[in-house]
């Protein structure tokens, strides 16, 4: 058995940002010299997730005012901690913290519109994404 | 380490359709002669999900309610692009796109009331589901 | 290729209950031998889900609060069943019913924040959770 481990840090600039890092994730895959196995990709945050979607700009926006109005910004009990964060959590929640993909022939198995995305919730501070390369 | 990697396509004569795969999942892990791994069960489109519950056609009508009400068809700005499958694309989100299930001693290790469904958001054309086996 | 598999039952006295687990499946790691690889967990029932978020109670009622806004206790066709936990499958969808978590240096590789969860939605009964650790 065979493994990958690779760390990447997110800065962004602004609160809500969707990240495509297929291509971060593909390259793991094949520097890791797996030619059968699965690929985990997972925020290491609570108000990150990791999706897999269609890289289509209209998309993406569809997708942020589902989030909203799904787990909108609002008054929280979590924010008698200090944080004003707690739609940041639900919408972590709603989209996942993690996927894991089929590696197969020594490359990422996705179908023709799969991409991989970092989906940031509470940015403007750093925040980390594994992927993890597993098999042989 | 082994593995085993097989697809299968889907072509449903509804939009939106929900297909029990808990058996072609089960003969992939028994014809891997793998005893102890993981299998991941993945849609290989960004309209179309896998999920685990319950095999009741009451509650299948539920879920399908649920997901209409929660991410409805409306208009979305992925329409723009000539599509009209908004809805699919963010039905796929809440419902989740892949599983991955534990294999022990040469089966899938679910509970009692545990089965595996495809779940169609944009059916009538041809739809690919990947399952990989992996372990020892 | 190692691997480890752990079963624990809970019986909770409350209906929903959330009930941290990091350090119960963070043993299982350890217990394994196990130093590069993924520890998947998964409840076994279609009622009761995994998540990996916050130990904080306000989040915690935060989250049950918003489970029951999405997915309500109401009348289901599931009910002409006998069983009346239509709402509990379907927090069991929207939550997810697995995580699957990496493991690094032979320890579970999670952030800072990250906890990982028991979500019960019907409780007052046994149901079982499945940890399997796999790796070299």
């Known amino acids: 058995m065979k493994s990958l481990t690779r760390y990447k840090t997110f800065n962004t600039s602004k609160k809500r940002e969707y990240i495509l890092i297929t291509d971060w994730v593909r390259e793991a895959v094949r520097d890791s010299g797996i030619v059968e196995g699965m690929a985990l990709v997972s925020a290491m945050h609570i108000t990150a997730g990791i999706y897999v979607n269609d ?20 008054d929280y009990r979590h924010h008698r901690t200090g944080e004003t964060n707690g739609d940041a959590h639900l919408k972590n929640l709603l989209i996942g913290h993690e996927v894991i993909l089929p590696v197969t022939n020594g490359d990422l198995d ?25 098999g042989e």
């Open 55 to 74: 890289a289509e700009s209209g998309l993406i926006s569809d997708i942020d005012d589902w989030l909203e109005r799904l787990a909108p910004y609002s």
């Open 110 to 134: 996705l179908g023709p519109w799969q991409q991989v995305y970092y989906a940031e919730f509470d940015g403007r501070r750093p925040k980390r994404v594994i992927v993890k390369v597993m």
